[in-house]
């Protein structure tokens, strides 16, 4: 899948050296809590589009880019706070996430950004909280279509 760049992070990638500093953003939202978590991968928090995004240390393989098979990603959140773990006892449901990178310089223009990730398999121990996050798999849903004129007029 081909992304389309915005002109300093087209810079940023071309040059040898660049002194741009590229941050991930992550959502992770449920149905069952009041408000997304948002953390950014920084040493500072970082506002995007009006949303706080706490500086908290975490670690992410990304997925892949086969739009085929986009296969899945590893997300791993230092456990330096108990809310995270409350978090994870609290809901019964695998909550959603959204990784999204921007530049530190233009954080409310989003370079590349994954959605509708359900994060599962979650584990934790005293250092950290990990668990993969997986693409919804539509394919596999039913379809319902009633045979009308307006939606199969070869039909009638």
Known sequence: ??????????????????????????????SEVAFPLRFVANNQSVVSRGNTFIAFPFDLDFPGQDEENPGEARLMIDNIDRSIVAFVRSISIPP????????????DTVEAYFSNMTLRNVSYDAKTVSGLLKFEDIVIEPVTYAMTPERFPGQF
């Open 1 to 30: 899948m081909a992304r389309t760049f915005s002109t300093a992070a087209t810079t940023s990638i071309n040059a040898q050296a660049t002194e741009e500093v590229w941050l991930t953003l992550l959502t992770i939202t449920s």
């Open 96 to 107: 959603k996430v959204t990784i999204e990178v921007v530049l530190a310089s233009s954080p």
